[in-house]
C-alpha cells in the first residue's frame, strides 16, 4: 500500500473523528470510551 495513500486516509479520519468528538461535546453526548479514544489519537498525533 502506498505510504501516501495510507497517511491521506489516517488524516482524513482523524479530522472525521475530531469533527464527531466537537458535534458530540456541542451536543452533550460523551462516553468514557470515546474521551479514551479521542485522548489517544491526540496523544498520538502530539508525537
Given at each position: 500500500?502506498?505510504?501516501q495513500?495510507?497517511?491521506?486516509?489516517?488524516?482524513?479520519?482523524?479530522?472525521?473523528?475530531?469533527?464527531?468528538?466537537?458535534?458530540?461535546?456541542?451536543?452533550?453526548?460523551?462516553?468514557?470510551?470515546?474521551?479514551?479514544?479521542?485522548?489517544?489519537?491526540?496523544?498520538?498525533?502530539?508525537?
Amino acid at each position: 500500500m502506498n505510504v501516501q495513500i495510507a497517511a491521506s486516509l489516517f488524516s482524513r479520519s482523524s479530522v472525521m473523528l475530531r469533527r464527531l468528538g466537537e458535534w458530540r461535546k456541542s451536543v452533550g453526548v460523551r462516553t468514557p470510551s470515546d474521551n479514551n479514544r479521542l485522548g489517544a489519537m491526540q496523544e498520538h498525533q502530539a508525537r
